[in-house]
């Protein structure tokens, strides 16, 4: 966590950050509580490894309860298709974030703005604008649902082996997002607070919780 806190910062990332601060002292004086739920790229990418082993058997076992006659197994050709609908996916993933948020952020889709952390390779989309807890957790799980749990449902369904394992791969490229939320779930607001705002992080993995 500390190697990722105190990575170096491009200059656009410099200027999110700069903004985010700014943001979080005026909410701080106007009565509101800080409190960080940032997460460990390193940890995210362990609960994936995890996360997969029953993920993968619930389908697969559910796939060949629907499809006995149907073959999981890729051919060469759908293989290569599948790398080139992944990459293609892994950025449609972070749109679809930025999509969510920005129904709901205060300056709609110029609150919103993309990153890569190349020390991790991992890309990430973040939201400026403080959201309440609903919308934040709509905005974190849509691309889960949208090119996770439904390809994965849809190639169950239809005997879809490539599909199917679309939907896998990219349930298990959500876990990250599943993380966040789930620590976002667990907080326990304090006693006599009345309202929770949470405020994605510009430059690191997860949220800050503000309440008062």
């Known amino acids: 966590m500390d190697n990722e806190k105190n990575r170096k910062l491009s200059a656009r990332e410099q200027r999110r950050f700069d903004v985010f601060e700014k943001t979080s002292e005026a909410l701080v004086g106007r009565g509101y509580k800080r409190n960080d739920l940032n997460i460990s790229i390193v940890k995210a ?5 995890l996360l997969a082993i029953p993920v993968t058997a619930i389908g697969v076992l559910l ?6 006659m149907a073959l999981l197994r890729p051919t060469p050709k759908e ?4 790398a080139v ?7 449609a993933h972070e749109l679809i974030h930025g999509l969510t948020w920005s129904v709901f952020a205060e300056h709609h889709f110029k609150d919103i703005d993309f990153g890569f952390m190349k020390e ?24 889960c649902i949208v090119l ?13 082996g490539l599909l199917f394992w679309i939907g896998i791969v990219m349930t298990l490229s959500a876990g990250g997002d ?8 667990r907080y326990k607001k304090q006693e006599g607070s009345e309202e929770i705002l949470i405020y994605d992080h510009p430059t690191q993995a997860g949220s800050v919780i503000f309440e008062k």
């Open 45 to 49: 990418n362990l609960f994936v490894l």
């Open 63 to 68: 796939f060949a309860w629907k499809n006995p």
């Open 79 to 82: 293989s290569l298709l599948f």
């Open 85 to 91: 609908i992944f990459i293609v996916l892994i950025v």
């Open 120 to 143: 991790y390779l991992t890309p990430y989309c973040t939201c400026a604008t403080p959201l309440t807890k609903r919308h934040y957790i709509w905005g974190a799980l849509m691309p």
């Open 148 to 160: 996770g749990i439904i390809p994965a449902l849809l190639g169950i369904l239809l005997g879809s």
């Open 178 to 185: 599943l993380m966040i939320v789930w620590k976002v779930l």
